[in-house]
């Protein structure tokens, strides 16, 4: 064992140190970013350690957590309910729960390239059709729950896989419109995307649920939920015409002309041969827009909505958990984190997967 260490096989010398060699200490400015970053993590991650694992608080009330002097998880176990499903009626709970795990699976089904059949389009539609059951109630038995009481994670879900799902199809349109040879069609599609484009999101839903109400006849209203989700929707198109525009730019004249060559029209050749060739390309920009959509959701406050974020804050509202808000943040942050890891990781197999067999340099 040591000889084979010592030739420099495939032993413990060879492997870390070679490694180590290679990535940290290549160049003098690698060596000295190395040390410093070892000196950040010995200097900030034994106390955090000792904070968030060793004097925590996994079980136990305020006064428990503020003798121990580490982190309070015990607020998490005492308003996980709050901070997961928000003001939905407690003992309906297990409603939103279902409505999460079959959203999960919703969306491990559609990533999954085995499962992209024909019969996912009927799939799909029907589990987005379970979840509304689920949470508004109204038949099957199932108490009525009107939308103002929904919160936390499932109504994150709702808005953001909605918002990613419905604005993909309005941008592909727009983003060929903004192509297009038609002078009316290309303003048009020039016009809707800038101006979308120059607005923050938070302005949307502050007109969406203030403004827009008040150019509606008298006695005539649209739910308030329905009204932030359009809003998401007409925003998230907005940023998404524009990658897909960008992959279109991308694609060689060539493969117009091949396309037109064999006779296509031109909606063939967009969905045969342009399209899938340009949403490869852009696979990186959509997936940080879908996750930057994930993300935007918690804005939905302004108009009296409580997402994840918002119901982490009601949670902590209590006098009594008061002081302990940065374990709740931290929670909240860790599925946020969970959720746009996953899309990343995803991203890149995808990648990888649609480039498997393609000729490089």
Known sequence: MAERLLRGGDGLLSGPIAWARKHLFSSPANTVFTLLALWVLGTVLPPLVDWALIKATWVGDPAACRAAGGACWALVTEKY???????????????????????????LVAANPRCWRPWLAWVLPLALVAVAVLMWGGIFGLV??????????????????????????????????????????????????ELWRGVPLISVLFMASIMFPLFMPEGFTIDKLLRAQLGIILFTAAYVAEIVRGGLQAIPRGQYEAADSIGLTYWQKMRLVILPQALKV??????????????????????????????TKVALSDPQWRAFYVEGYVV??????????LMSQYSQYLERRLSAGVRRG
Request: aromatic share 14%; glycine share 6%.
């Open 81 to 107: 309910r709050l901070i997961l499903f928000g003001i939905y009626p407690f003992e309906e709970q297990w409603r939103p729960l279902l409505a999460v795990l079959l959203f999960i699976v919703m969306m």
């Open 144 to 193: 009525l729950v009107p939308n103002d009481r929904w919160g936390g994670l499932p109504l994150t879900l709702i808005l953001s896989v909605a918002g990613i799902v419905l604005s993909f199809p309005l941008a592909v349109v727009l983003a060929l419109g903004r192509r297009s040879q038609l002078p009316a069609v290309r303003a048009w599609c020039v016009a809707y995307i």
């Open 282 to 311: 852009v696979i990186p920009p959509l997936v940080g827009q879908f996750i930057t959509t994930f993300k935007d959701t918690s804005l939905v406050i302004i108009i009296g909505l409580y997402d994840l974020l918002s119901s």
């Open 332 to 341: 909240a942050a860790l599925i946020y984190f969970v959720f746009s890891y």
